[in-house]
C-alpha cells in the first residue's frame, strides 16, 4: 500500500528527504507518520503529522527534520537536514486512522564519514 523512498547514505552534517507515496487512495486516514528503528533499538516515532497539518516530532530530530505532506498528490515527506550517525536507520512510513494502519516497508538511512 505504502512505498517509502529516499534512503542511502550521506556524511553527517548531509541532508535526506524520504517520500512515501500510496499506491491506490486510502481512506480514513488521520495521521501520517515516520518511525525509525536503529539495530538493536526498538522502533521509535521520529515526526507526525495529523490531518489538520499538525506536526509533532521527537525531542532528538527537533529544528533538523521536516515533515509534510501533499494531499493531492498523496506524498508523504521527511524533510532531514544536519543529520548525525545516530540518525543511522531503517525508517518506515505509517498512515493510520479509525480502523486502519497502513506501513511502508521501510528505506535505510545510513549517516556515515
Known amino acids: 500500500q505504502l512505498q517509502a523512498s529516499g534512503g542511502g547514505l550521506v556524511q553527517p552534517g548531509g541532508s535526506l528527504r524520504l517520500s512515501c507515496a500510496a499506491s491506490?487512495?486510502?481512506?480514513?486516514?488521520?495521521?501520517m507518520g515516520w518511525y525509525r528503528q536503529a539495530p538493536g533499538k526498538q522502533r521509535e516515532s521520529v515526526a507526525i503529522i495529523s490531518s489538520s497539518g499538525n506536526t509533532n516530532y521527537t525531542d532528538s530530530v527537533k529544528g533538523r527534520f521536516i515533515i509534510s505532506r501533499d494531499n493531492f498528490k498523496k506524498i508523504l515527506y521527511l524533510q532531514m537536514n544536519s543529520l548525525k550517525p545516530e540518525d543511522t536507520a531503517v525508517y518506515f512510513c505509517?498512515?493510520?486512522?479509525?480502523?486502519?494502519?497502513?506501513w511502508g516497508q521501510g528505506t535505510l538511512v545510513t549517516v556515515s564519514s
Open positions: 491506490r487512495n486510502l481512506f480514513s486516514i488521520n495521521a
Open positions: 505509517r498512515w493510520y486512522g479509525l480502523g486502519v494502519d497502513y
